[in-house]
């Protein structure tokens, strides 16, 4: 024996009408995965020669998950025959050959099961009795403290275990066991093929249950055996909102506990999110508020939070975001983020850069040590080294129809209050004069004006606004003697 599966067989063809919900069980998710796509990563990480997953209840949606996240799976269709027993026959069914050495049994609503406990599954069960050889089956137990609803294992005097019998089927000195059956297996494959065509279905659900395998085997003399587990949530299943609030919940004090003594300064570790494929540096300080979201990486030094979500972002070495929100950016080392700040897709902030507050960006490259420092939105734009972008800049790049590219050079100065109109390029060291609305490419050194010229029409507000506090305090200036305004007129009575 190997240690490496022949087969490992995932069950998800379960209705889980207690989840109330138009999307099937097995793909809510928790930690940035589906609850399948937890089940499928340990199974994986056995390396078996085959992965096969069950389905049936909305199988299109199902199945079509499954070629996203793990192609190479086998995909078995469960028949009309009920049961966990029939769902393992259908499942090994749709192999070309019949497996041979170890099969693992595992579900696809326990997210917290790990590869780790699997692999010592699969030891555990091919050590057997040592020179007698691997057992027939072995199951993953736990004892817990209300087994109400769970398969009970039960075991001779000596220990060994005889059996499982289901919650329903059970008597009352049955009920009081506590050891439970998690439902994870592994079998030996030659075994389990010869006992799943000897099960039936008389019991009081009416269906093939996988743990009549056990009996089976026994009786012809095989070998059955336990491993405990004292870690109770790697054997919890999902049946509802309450158990997946709840698992997540716990899946992610993991993860940050992890991190932590990976090295990561987690400030309030009660208000910080990390999905399972965050990836974090030594030295990296997650405040309070922080989501951290698929793909997300972050190098050393670098400070996440308060209340920032970052979703497929890269962030550098010594870089910070603070009270932000990014999805699919790119943050360089020493640059600053926000307050406020939105990174939409495509956006790359270069080294020593910074994006300030109240600014959105999209498809935006800029440069080393250029500022866009408040109020502004850049998109479909590449912006040079060294450049600052004024307050209430806006790149206009659609037109209703199509997007197009702005250029803005080396070390330009873009005044506060200009509209930048693509395609346009703004040349290395132009200015652009506050105010202006520039809509055609602006030589190098220039300085770029596009304003209408100011023109003050005197006495305006006496002759059309008289009697106003405005009035009062034009005519105040005028004469240069104190006036009671208008307002103060009406106060005062």
């Excluded at 589906?34 to 069950?54: I, K, Q, R």
């Excluded at 975001?321 to 943050?331: D, L, M, Y």
């Excluded at 080392?333 to 910074?354: C, E, I, M, N, Q």
Aim: glycine residues 12%; negative net charge.
């Amino acid at each position: 024996m190997s240690g490496q599966p022949a087969a490992v067989v995932v069950l998800a063809a379960g209705e889980g009408k207690r989840m109330r919900s138009r999307t099937p069980k097995v793909l809510h998710r928790i930690g940035g995965r589906s609850l399948l796509g937890h089940a499928l990563a340990a199974a994986a990480s056995l390396t078996p020669d085959h992965l096969v997953v069950v389905v049936r209840h909305q199988r299109d949606q199902v199945a079509e998950h499954i070629g996203q996240i793990a192609p190479k799976a086998v995909i078995a269709d469960q028949d009309e025959v009920p049961g966990t027993g029939r769902a393992v026959a259908c499942g090994l069914k749709a192999l070309p050959v019949p497996p041979t050495g170890t099969v693992v049994v595992t579900y696809g609503d326990v997210p917290l099961l790990t590869g780790d406990t699997l692999a010592e599954l699969v030891r555990v069960h091919e050590a057997g009795m040592g020179d007698g050889g691997p057992a027939a089956v072995t199951v993953l137990t736990a004892e817990v403290p209300d087994p109400a609803g769970y398969g009970r294992v039960l075991r001779d005097a000596a220990g060994s275990v005889t059996g499982i019998v289901e919650h329903r089927d059970a008597d009352p000195a049955q009920r009081a066991v506590r050891e439970i059956n998690s439902g994870i297996y592994a079998f030996d494959a030659a075994l389990l093929l010869d006992a799943l065509g000897r099960i039936g279905s008389a019991n009081d659900q009416g269906e093939m249950y996988l743990t009549d395998v056990l009996g089976i085997v026994r009786a012809d003399g095989g070998l059955v055996q336990a491993l405990p587990t004292t870690d109770l949530w790697q054997v919890e299943g999902v049946n509802d909102r309450v158990q997946l609030a709840t698992l997540g919940a716990e899946l992610n004090r993991r993860l940050v506990l992890d991190w932590m003594r990976s090295g990561v300064t987690v400030i309030d570790p009660a208000t910080t999110w990390l999905d399972v494929d965050v990836r974090l540096a030594e030295d990296v300080t997650l405040l309070p508020g922080v989501q951290l979201l698929a793909g997300t990486e972050v190098a050393p030094g670098a400070s996440i939070g308060p209340d920032t979500t970052l979703s497929g972002c890269q962030v550098g070495a010594g870089a910070s975001v603070v009270r932000s929100h990014g999805s699919g950016a790119r943050v360089e080392a020493g640059s600053k983020v926000g307050p406020f700040s939105y990174l939409r897709p495509g956006t790359v902030l270069g080294a020593d850069g910074k994006i300030g507050a109240f600014v959105e960006t999209k498809n935006a490259v800029i440069g080393v040590g250029s500022k866009v420092p408040h109020l502004t939105y850049v998109g479909d734009a590449t912006i040079g080294t060294g450049t600052n972008i004024g307050a209430a800049t806006i790149f206009v790049n659609y037109d209703g129809v199509h997007k197009d590219h702005i250029t803005v050079g080396d070390h330009v100065r873009i005044g506060s209050d200009t509209m930048l109109v693509a395609p346009l390029t703004v040349g290395d060291g132009a200015y652009t004069a506050a105010g202006s609305v520039i809509t055609t490419d602006v030589p190098a050194g220039a300085l770029a004006v596009a304003r209408g010229q100011q023109r003050n029409v005197e006495g305006w507000v006496a002759r059309r606004r008289p009697g106003t506090s405005s009035a009062d305090a034009a005519a105040a200036a005028t004469t240069g003697t104190e006036t009671t305004t208008a307002t103060e007129a009406t106060a005062a009575n």
